[in-house]
Nanobody, 129 residues
Framework: QVLLEESGGGSVQPGGSLRLSCTAS????????MGWFRQAPGRGREFVAA????????RYADSLQGRFTISVDSAKNTVYLQMNGLKPEDTAFYYC??????????????????????WGQGTQVTVSS
């Protein structure tokens, strides 16, 4: 079982930036893919980005690539999500998640939430003028 704790959410004006952090503990962390998802009011949870602990492989939702950047600091067991050029439609609860590499098989950096079996509590991001 991996414990995940997000931080860094808040309120920002359109065009602004935020950096979310996800600190992981417990288990053998290198055996997991790490991902970020978000859920806006009245909508389902959607994939944002994923990364390996080496940082050498990343995947993004097509609509977000270019504005969001996922990264890791393996020494701190922390995954980051840098969000630039924020828009009101980015308003959502953002969740950090971990997917066991062995369980997802040939899928590299899965985008489906059912492949992730460890979730943080989430952090709210609000983009409004």
């Amino acid at each position: 079982q991996v414990l995940l704790e997000e931080s860094g959410g808040g309120s920002v004006q359109p065009g602004g930036s935020l950096r979310l952090s996800c600190t992981a503990s417990g288990g053998f962390l290198r055996s997991y893919y790490m991902g970020w998802f978000r859920q806006a009011p009245g909508r389902g949870r959607e994939f944002v980005a994923a990364i390996t602990w080496s940082g050498s492989n990343t995947r993004y939702a097509d609509s977000l690539q270019g504005r969001f950047t996922i990264s890791v600091d393996s020494a701190k067991n922390t995954v980051y999500l840098q969000m630039n050029g924020l828009k009101p439609e980015d308003t959502a609860f953002y969740y950090c998640a971990a997917a066991p590499i062995r369980a997802v098989g040939a899928i590299i950096l899965p985008t489906r939430e059912d492949k992730y079996n460890n979730w943080g509590q989430g952090t709210q991001v609000t983009v409004s003028s």
